[in-house]
């Protein structure tokens, strides 16, 4: 198949790009490298990929006009994964307006590309567990209404669900969302907590450490998503009949684990004792996420299984190499 992959620099792109060129496919990635984290990180992730022929890379934002129909003078695409999108629930105090922008101005013109891309399969597209807010019972089922999202993260995602289900009521487009769970692991992004407690740990620098440390993630290892993304993106969709061709899955490890475990495992990876201080969280934080994951066990065959002292050993030992420490 020949797939385009939006965000294909950034961290699950980067790995499901890796795992779906093993396997045969052609890609053509688009990411527009900007700096909300440092560039040269998503640089070293597209020279890791390599040369290789069945694969293109191109710059790009996926909001701006025409960025889409450039990717499109690479041929015709079976499959759209879509995973560009401006991430972190605490950036969007500072610039909400760049949520606004890439996941839902970018995610209606992905929309809008597919729905008149002839021949497309199937388009798949990333959303989160933020969608999920603080009022959902857990674990988290798809079947929540989940229409009190606490950030604008959260809304955003959502909103882009909405459309989503426009789009394949309106006009047949079929979607597969998925709400993925906190993921993290080597080539990560440097925002999410288990990078920045690794790099001050590391550097013997204090751990500011929110709700007294009992806030509780989903954490969900890189390889587990790669597995079951390339699952997804391979098997022709299957609809439910008379409904809209839309379908939403959770992929989280349906394991939360507190934020101070997560701190006591890095320890133990880095053998150095972390020094913490307690402070207040900023808005949008919620108090825990927790993935029912059931439906894509059923249609997937999803299994996580990374533990998170397993997969932060290997996340430590990345961060060691890739930092020289």
């Known amino acids: 198949m020949h797939i385009l992959v939006t965000g294909g620099a950034g961290f699950i792109g980067f790995h499901a790009t890796r795992a779906l060129l093993a396997r045969g496919h052609r890609i053509t990635a688009i990411d527009e490298l900007n700096a909300y984290y440092d560039p040269r990180l998503k640089a070293a992730r597209l020279a890791e990929i390599g040369p290789n022929a069945a694969y293109r890379f191109m710059q790009g934002d996926i909001a701006a006009p025409g960025a889409l129909a450039a990717a499109a003078d690479a041929g015709h695409f079976d499959v759209i994964l879509h995973l560009a999108a401006q991430a972190g629930v605490r950036y969007a105090l500072q610039d909400p307006a760049a949520y606004t922008r890439s996941n839902l101005v970018g995610h209606q013109n992905v929309l809008e590309f597919a729905r008149g891309h002839q021949g497309l399969q199937h388009l ?31 809304a955003t995602k959502r909103a882009g669900e909405l459309l989503s289900h426009s789009y394949a009521e309106l006009f047949g487009l079929r979607q597969t969302g998925l709400r993925f769970f906190t993921v993290y692991g080597p080539w990560g992004r440097p925002d999410m907590a288990y990078w920045l407690f690794t790099d001050a740990i590391l550097k013997g620098r204090p751990i500011p450490v929110f709700g007294g440390g009992k806030l509780r993630r989903d954490f969900t290892y890189i390889d587990d998503i790669v597995e079951a993304l390339v699952r997804i993106v391979e098997t022709p969709f299957r609809g439910e009949a008379e409904a809209a061709p839309h379908r939403l899955y959770n992929l989280g490890n349906s394991h939360p684990e507190a934020v101070m475990d997560l701190i006591r495992i890095i320890e133990q990876a880095t053998n150095r004792e972390a020094l913490i201080e307690q402070a207040e969280g900023p808005p949008g934080d919620v108090r825990e996420t927790y993935a029912d994951i059931s439906r894509a066990a059923r249609d997937f065959g999803f299994a996580p299984r990374v533990k998170l002292n397993e997969g932060i050993a290997r996340f430590v030992d990345w961060f060691r190499r890739y930092h020289a420490l």
Request: negative net charge; aromatic residues 16%; charged residues 20%.
């Open 124 to 154: 798949v597209y990333a959303s989160s567990s933020s969608v999920y807010g603080n009022d959902t019972a857990p674990p988290f089922s798809e079947e929540a209404r989940a229409d009190r999202p606490v950030s604008y993260y959260g």
